[in-house]
Structure formats: structure tokens, C-alpha cells
């Protein structure tokens, strides 16, 4: 059954029969197949008898694959925190991709003698634009939290903040609990929230490690472009963390993260990229005209939350070459048509699948 003949033409039709003294055997039958499915957002819905659990084949994302998707684990999103930290190191290192590295600590090293005319004319625009050089404000929500913006820089310094991703997390657990259990949407869900702690521990360290000057801190020590204080203690960063956390830039690495798990996931949704990249420059200048961040704080946020966003989206999918089962887009692999019947008191439901 799971093996699809390529035969264009060719119609070849099965007939199942299951006797049954329950018609609820109907339901065990109906889980396994869905009908139309080159139509379909998803269907072929199989039970992994390993694995234990059910996958879901999506048709629809890419022309040259089908996207298989299992049952996400909730336990996974701390447990692969290691292993994307690893896979991000290992990924650095590898001959074929040291350019991508390179071309990120190259971008920074080459911004960084100029961060404070940028700063400088950032701020100045900021000012034309009504107040997008001004410290970020907001109200509380519920007389707590500290989340409500109030007015526009504001709402856009909080889209790059970990809140924002949660919110998606939650917009897309809830799209999959509400739409039959759909298996891409709830593993978006988990992989949002894993890119929080992945990306937040990678940016930590780097931060840890380089202590750069905030600009805002900068400017009252009069150090034009930030002073550099790596390797502080644990004691110093805690209790004067704007003297030490700018590079790399978390909000951009998060955000970036965010985009590339909703953009791999959802490759056929063509204007996620642009939104969402765009979303991402006017965070950045918002940042740098606000004075939380230098522009060279970006190319390693750009370049973290990207790697770190596709391994954690790539790591839940399973690919499967269209060609290789003789998939044509433009037709069904195959239709069900279900009848029932009594015969000497037992219910017969019978399934014909044409292909």
C-alpha cells in the first residue's frame, strides 16, 4: 500500500473487505488514509510502528519533496539545546561553509571603524521619524508585565524581543490543535520555543566572551564605538550587564531564528522571506538609532539565528524525493471510495482505491 505505482494511465483498483461486528472498525481504517491527496494540505497520515507514533506527508511545500513530519516530543526543546550548539560549532568549522563564517566576522571586523558615525546618523534620522532615538516604552499588562508598547519604535524593538516568538509558538500550537492535530504547525510550535534557548545560549557566550560596550553606556564614558572588555566575570556582567552585552545582538538572532524555522517550514507562503527580512532591518535600525546596539553587533546575529533556525527546522523534517515515487503534482496518487453492506448479519464495509 505505501509503495505508489508510477503508472500515468494505467487505473488498477483494490477491494478491500473487513468483517466486523462493530462499525467503529471503520474509524481504525479511515486514520490510515485520506483521499485527493495531491489536493490536500496534508494527507497519507501513517502510524510508525517504531517510533510509536503517527507522521503526516505534506505535498504542497516543494515542488521536488514531500514533507514528513512525526509527533513532536515536548522535552525535545531542552533536550536538542546541546546538540544545536554543537551542530552550530561543527558547522562553522567545515570546510565547505568556513566562507559563511568568514564572510560574518569579516562584515563586522570591516563595520566596526565606522559604528559611531552610523550610530551618530542613525539617531538623527531617528529624531526626524518622532522619536525613534528614544528609549523604548511600555505600559503594563495585568499591572505585571512590563509588554505593552506605546507607539510604534516601541512595538517594533519589542517584535525582535523572545516575546514575539513565543507569541508565534502559541499562534501555531493552537493552528495545530484546531486543524486535526496537523503535525507541521505543532512542530513549528516546539521548534519557535527551542530557538529561544539555542539561539539565547550562543549569543550569551559570544557576549560573555567579546564584553563589548553598549552604545548607550558608551557615550556617557565617552568611548566612541565601545569600549572592549572581554571575558568578564560573572559578577561584573550580572550587575553592569550594558557594559559587556552588545555583540552579538540577540534580538536579531532570535528574530532571524523565528523567520527561517516559519519560512523552512512554510516554503510555499513566498512572502514570509520579504516580510520577515524587512521586519528585520527595521529592527535593526530602530536598535542602533535607540542606541542599544552598534551595526557590527548584526552580521553574527544574522549569521547565528540563520544556521541555528534551519538545523532546528531541518531536524524535524524528513524529506522525500517526489521523483523517486513516481509523484505527478498534477494528478492523484490514487481515490477511496468506501461501501457498506450487511451480509448474514455481519456489517461488511468494503474500500476501492483506484490508481
Known amino acids: 500500500m505505501n509503495k505508489i505505482l508510477n503508472y500515468k494511465r494505467l487505473i488498477s483498483t483494490y477491494s478491500f473487505l473487513f468483517f466486523q461486528q462493530n462499525i467503529n472498525a471503520q474509524q481504525t481504517f479511515t486514520d490510515s488514509i485520506y483521499y485527493n491527496i495531491s489536493e490536500s494540505t496534508f494527507a497519507n497520515v501513517q502510524y510508525d510502528t517504531l517510533a510509536k507514533t503517527k507522521i503526516q506527508n505534506y505535498f504542497n511545500c516543494d515542488n521536488n519533496y514531500i514533507y514528513q513530519y512525526s509527533k513532536p516530543k515536548f522535552w525535545n526543546i531542552l533536550k536538542n539545546v546541546p546538540s544545536n550548539i554543537y551542530n552550530f560549532g561543527e558547522f562553522t568549522i567545515q570546510k565547505e561553509n568556513i566562507k559563511w563564517g568568514a564572510l560574518a566576522i569579516g562584515s563586522t571586523v570591516a563595520i566596526i571603524p565606522f559604528d559611531q558615525q ?12 518622532g522619536g525613534w532615538d528614544k528609549d523604548s516604552q511600555f505600559d503594563k499588562a495585568f499591572r505585571v508585565f512590563n509588554i505593552i508598547p506605546k507607539n510604534i519604535p516601541s512595538a517594533v524593538y ?18 495545530g490543535k484546531l486543524n486535526n492535530n496537523d503535525l507541521r504547525a505543532l512542530n513549528t510550535s516546539h521548534e519557535l520555543v527551542e530557538c529561544i534557548f539555542s539561539v539565547g545560549v550562543a549569543t550569551q557566550t559570544i557576549k560573555r566572551i567579546t ?13 566612541d564605538g565601545g569600549a572592549w572588555n572581554p571575558f568578564p566575570s560573572f559578577k561584573a556582567f550580572q550587575s553592569n550587564t550594558p557594559n559587556y552585552d552588545a555583540m552579538p545582538s540577540g534580538h536579531i538572532a532570535t528574530f532571524m531564528a523565528t523567520i527561517t524555522i516559519i519560512s523552512t517550514n512554510y516554503p510555499e507562503i513566498r512572502w514570509i522571506k520579504p516580510f520577515g527580512y524587512s521586519l528585520t532591518g527595521l529592527i535593526a535600525f530602530n536598535m542602533v538609532s535607540n542606541k542599544v546596539h552598534w551595526t557590527s553587533d548584526y552580521p553574527l546575529g544574522l549569521f547565528i539565528g540563520y544556521i541555528m533556525g534551519k538545523q532546528i527546522a531541518n531536524r524535524r523534517i524528513t524529506k522525500i524525493a517526489k521523483n523517486s515515487i513516481g509523484y505527478n503534482s498534477k494528478e ?24
Request: net charge positive; no cysteine; proline share 1%.
Open 118 to 129: 552610523v550610530l551618530d546618523k542613525a539617531g538623527k534620522l531617528g529624531n526626524k521619524m
Open 211 to 223: 564584553g563589548r560596550q553598549s552604545p548607550v553606556r558608551a557615550l556617557v564614558d565617552g568611548n
Open 158 to 175: 519589542y517584535i525582535g524581543n523572545g516575546g514575539t516568538t513565543l507569541l508565534l509558538s502559541g499562534v501555531f500550537y493552537g493552528i
Open 332 to 355: 492523484n496518487f490514487y481515490n477511496v471510495n468506501y461501501t457498506t453492506s450487511n451480509f448474514l448479519n455481519t456489517r461488511l464495509f468494503g474500500a476501492s482505491i483506484t490508481f
